[in-house]
């Protein structure tokens, strides 16, 4: 950790250094420099300073032994009584980073009678599967669930520790960072491992204009989140492998402060995440009723519909179908999108898809970077032909 200092002795107050910083984080107050918020500590002022009245000072940092923390454990969430898709994903994710440097994935897998989701972890390669099993975790209590998944990382040391990035996970993966005082990446969209352990936690920054590299250099465990779809699903393994681990409910789960009063469970709904094929509206639809030929498309495909951000601003369809950063990640099998630019808030939560299609007018549209197929046309004509034909084949 470093920080800039200014040497009262030496400094004129010629004014140089706010002059010449780029982030405008030195303003002149009574003829001397003051730093701002906005200093980034890049030592511009201190290169520039002709009085070498500017300083660096280096603040030494105390580092964890990170030869203490092995391993990565996989936050296993049991939610409306399935295993989230997602914490197979992680699985799947965790193995290819552990590999390299002999790490072993485990994962953690808490609620009542989850015996079964145990022993199906058991052929995803997990070394290790800690189970937390008790009726007091027969529904997600934050501080009941933070209490035993801190337990596990208290008893295994783990390096790395995944969540997906649910509602689940968004509420627990916090509260766990805290009480470790420790880094936490939300909505990573890659992750690598360094040699030295290190997790290189990659997600998109400033909207998405840059993808920041996020380390955690001195603290352990390092804590990602992850979005449902981002990473693939490995493939399940005949044989069962990995132990089983039972814990013991701590103390501190079963003092949980968080009383049900009632629980309405909430009828699955269908989420464009889990579509097979999707037909995508942009803002080159030119009126609502126009989003018809996307559902008619989509509907005759046997898949499901989704738009880009403005189409839910301008109210035409709600947030659950909005691809992007700030709307769902997909990865279907096919994706057809019909007027959209290709803003890297969308692309970046679709270019996972096995094949994309895209119909745009623009030759220089940003989309036909990621499609495979890329068709440079009307969307108004293509789509009606495209909806005779399907129609004409399923007579
Ligand atoms: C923090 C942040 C988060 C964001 N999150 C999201 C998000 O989650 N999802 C999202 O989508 N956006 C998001 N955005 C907005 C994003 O930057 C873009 O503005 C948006 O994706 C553009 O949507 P679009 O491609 O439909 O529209 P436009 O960029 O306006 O593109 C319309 C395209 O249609 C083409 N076109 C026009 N007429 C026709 C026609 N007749 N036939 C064929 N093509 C035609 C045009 O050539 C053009 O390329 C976010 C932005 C920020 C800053």
């Known amino acids: 950790m470093a920080k800039i200092a200014v040497l009262e002795r030496k400094c004129t107050g010629c004014g140089l250094c706010a002059s010449n910083c780029p982030f405008g984080a030195i303003d002149m107050k009574d003829g001397r420099p003051e730093l701002n918020a906005a200093c980034k500590v890049c030592g511009i002022c201190v290169k520039n300073c002709p009085e070498k009245a500017i300083i660096k000072l280096e603040t030494k940092v105390d580092s964890v032994d990170k030869s203490k923390w092995r391993d990565i454990l996989v936050f296993a969430e049991v939610s409306g009584g399935r295993l989230h898709p997602v914490s197979l994903e992680l699985i799947g994710k965790a193995k290819e980073l552990a590999a390299p440097i002999g790490f072993h994935v485990k994962a953690v897998l808490l609620g009542e009678k989850v015996d079964a989701f145990a022993q199906e972890l058991r052929h995803y390669g997990v070394s290790q599967v800690a189970v937390y099993d008790s009726p007091e975790l027969s529904f997600f209590r ?28 968004r509420s627990l993966a916090p509260r766990l960072a805290t009480r470790f005082h420790t880094g936490l990446t939300a909505d990573c969209t890659k992750l690598e491992l360094r040699e030295n352990t290190d997790l290189v936690q990659i997600r998109p920054a400033f909207g998405g204009n840059i993808m920041a590299q996020i380390v955690t250099t001195h603290t352990r465990p390092q804590f990602a989140t992850v979005r449902y779809k981002v990473m693939n699903t490995p493939e399940r393994s005949e044989t069962a492998a ?72 301008k109210g035409w369809a709600g947030n659950e179908r909005q691809i992007g950063l700030s709307g769902r990640t997909v990865r279907p099998r096919l994706i057809i999108t019909c007027g959209v630019s290709g803003a890297i808030q969308f692309t970046a939560c679709m270019n996972g898809s096995d094949h994309i299609v895209s119909i745009n007018t623009d030759p220089d549209a940003p989309i036909f970077q990621v499609a495979h197929v890329a068709i440079v046309g009307d969307l108004y004509e293509i789509l009606p032909r495209l909806i005779r034909q399907l129609k004409e084949e399923q007579k």
């Open 242 to 313: 990995g132990e089983i681990l039972s814990r013991p409910l701590p103390k501190a789960a079963a003092a949980s402060r968080v009383t049900p009063v009632s629980i309405t469970p909430v009828p699955p709904k269908k989420s464009i995440s889990d579509a097979e094929i999707l037909v995508v509206g942009g803002r080159g639809l030119q009126k609502e009723a126009d989003l018809e030929l996307v559902k008619e498309l989509a509907r005759l495909l046997g898949g499901d519909w989704a738009v880009s951000r403005p189409l839910v601003e």
């Open 142 to 169: 934050a501080d009941a669930y933070a209490a035993c998944v801190e337990d596990y990382i208290q008893f295994a040391h783990p390096s790395v520790v995944l969540v997906g990035a649910t509602s689940l996970g």
